[in-house]
């Protein structure tokens, strides 16, 4: 049976959970482990899935249509084990099913309550397919005191006790915070943030303190002898220049040392950090920049567009130059001419995105790239944006738009209502719940020999991407789009749906409907992203 770890947090949010998390699977995994990371998210929502970027950020898709946390992109992109529906549960749906088996009676009678029956099922989902690991990460949402989190507490320290010490370890996260004015850094957080965890029956067996400044040994003794730890297991876990520094940062903290002692391991093998060190060096010294614009809508939150970030670094990696990214609201093409903002640029993405707001902006955008001949990529709603650019100013389709924002009298993008998934049919309708009901997960495409995109594949003419949308390019306006320039060279496996378009005669013009930056790797970028970066990199010899 796996050992489980299992990592809250304390203090405030946002202070690198899932980092922590994927760094230590990253590290247990180059010590030759078997790992696997899931989050429990306290909030009611089903999953993400409905839920505005401005508060959550990304969602993160699963190959086998999951909408989860953003925090599994960082498992995935740090340990390269996939994730699935059963790595991300949150309150909503634990209650959900708890509610389904007591209307079909299968609690026989009992009175239902929180304590057996929704802690039971947080146990079972933890536990669900660990027979063949050797380490289960289990990373707890929000922060040690909240309301909505006392489930998952009371799970987890129900499972510390069943599994027994040598089976489960408690990480910790909390934050050290320094003091300006006083010229100190401050323990109490810590200290009362532990008491909080205490309280509800978890003694940490190691505490990670997020501080930007070093912790003194001092200080870290003083935290030990009020937490009830050992001095050497209080982490300190300083900002860093690049996060995919943090698995080598921790490991020479001891970090993943510790836990290995908190389960009687002593005899492990070293980290094989090689790649890791590699990465990091890509990273601080390049050989070039390049300058990407990203014209979206949900600028103000970088965790909207979190997978895309990193999959950007990634190409940056694979053609040894730093990506220097200016993130652009795209209503600000709505009133201000957009060569402005794009004229010194040397490639142009336009990420996905929802509803009417900024759509005018987006279609901008890929007008300058288009006739400026600046690389191009457009991802999911971009394509979209594309696809409706080249129908009005190539196709002459005066009033072409996409049916998500209404009735356009050329409805270049429109509502696909059935298509295929494997040996199945999926079937939807304008009146269906919007949660978990657009095309998601991995779909098959078939790609045109000899296409650009092709040619970005390595030449594959078959690939497998993640999909996340609700709307499709209208296959009656295809021909005539291919006619004026823009051809479809991805199709679904039935021919139905267009996939990737792209410009053959543009240095690099290339939609596609999928989300390709939630399989781009820092080891393994994603081969559009490294194509593209390559495409910018000579744009920028060109300026």
């Not at 429990?40 to 086998?64: A, K």
């Not at 050797?134 to 499972?159: M, S």
């Not at 269906?432 to 020999?449: F, N, S, V, W």
């Not at 290339?510 to 390709?516: A, R, S």
Request: negative net charge; charged residues 25%.
């Amino acid at each position: 049976m796996a050992r489980l770890i299992f990592i809250t947090g304390g203090v405030v949010s946002s202070l690198g959970k899932g980092l922590a998390s994927a760094s230590l699977g990253a590290l247990l995994q180059a010590r030759g482990y078997r790992v696997r990371l899931r989050k429990l998210d306290p909030y009611l929502n089903v999953d993400p899935g409905t839920m505005s970027p401005f508060q959550h950020g990304e969602v993160y898709v699963t190959d086998d249509g999951a909408e989860t946390d953003l925090d599994l992109g960082h498992y995935e992109r740090f340990t390269g084990v996939s994730a699935s529906k059963k790595d991300n549960v949150t309150s909503g749906r634990i209650y959900s099913q708890v509610i389904e088996k007591e209307r079909k009676g299968l609690y026989l009678g009992r009175t239902v309550q929180v304590i057996p029956h929704v802690t039971d099922m947080i146990k079972e989902f933890v536990l669900a397919g660990t027979d063949d690991l050797d380490f289960l990460l289990v990373e707890i949402g929000g922060t040690v005191g909240d309301i909505e989190g006392l489930p998952f507490f009371e799970a987890i320290r129900q499972l510390g006790n069943e599994l027994g010490p040598d089976q489960s370890c408690f990480v910790h996260l909390t934050l050290v915070p320094y003091i300006g004015a006083a010229g100190e850094l401050k323990t109490k957080p810590t200290q009362h943030s532990v008491k909080e965890l205490r309280a509800i029956g978890i003694q940490p067996d190691i505490l990670l303190c997020r501080a930007e400044k070093p912790i003194p040994e001092d200080e870290r003794r003083k935290i030990a002898l009020f937490c009830n730890v050992y001095p050497e297991r209080v982490i300190p876990a300083l900002d860093l220049t690049t996060i995919y520094e943090a698995p080598v940062a921790y490991h020479n903290q001891g970090f993943d040392t510790q836990v290995l002692k908190v389960f009687g391991i002593a005899d492990a093998p070293p980290p094989d950090l090689a790649r890791w060190n590699g990465v990091v060096e890509h990273v601080r010294n390049p050989q070039g920049e390049v300058h990407i614009a990203v014209v979206g809508k949900y600028m103000q939150v970088k965790d909207s567009y979190k997978s895309l970030s990193e999959a950007l670094t990634h190409g940056g990696i694979a053609n040894n130059v730093r990506v220097r990214m200016d993130w652009i609201d795209s209503e600000i093409f709505e009133r201000d001419d957009a060569a402005s903002f794009l004229e010194d640029v040397d490639g142009i993405l336009v990420p996905g995105g929802f509803g009417e707001r900024g759509v005018e902006g987006k279609i901008a955008a890929v007008k300058f790239a288009r006739e400026r001949k600046v690389p191009f990529f457009g991802i999911c709603y971009g394509l979209h944006m594309a696809v409706i650019e080249a129908s009005r100013d190539l196709a002459g389709f005066e009033g072409a738009g996409t049916m998500e924002n209404g009735e356009p009298r050329h409805p270049v993008i429109h509502l696909m209502t059935e298509w295929v998934k494997g040996n199945q049919v999926e079937t939807r309708k304008e009146g269906d719940d919007l949660g978990g009901t657009m095309r998601l997960g991995a779909y098959t495409a078939m790609l045109t020999p000899g296409s650009r995109v092709s040619d970005a594949y390595g030449g594959a003419t078959e690939i497998s991407e993640r999909h996340r949308h609700r709307f499709e390019v209208n296959t009656r306006y295809t021909k005539t789009l291919a006619e004026h320039g823009l051809v479809v060279s991805g199709w679904s496996p039935d021919g139905k749906l267009p996939e990737i378009m792209e410009i053959p005669d543009h240095p690099w013009f290339i939609g596609v409907q999928f989300h390709p930056e939630l399989k781009s790797r820092p080891f393994d970028p994603h081969p559009l992203f490294a194509s593209f970066i390559a495409a910018a990199v000579h744009q920028s010899r060109l300026v």
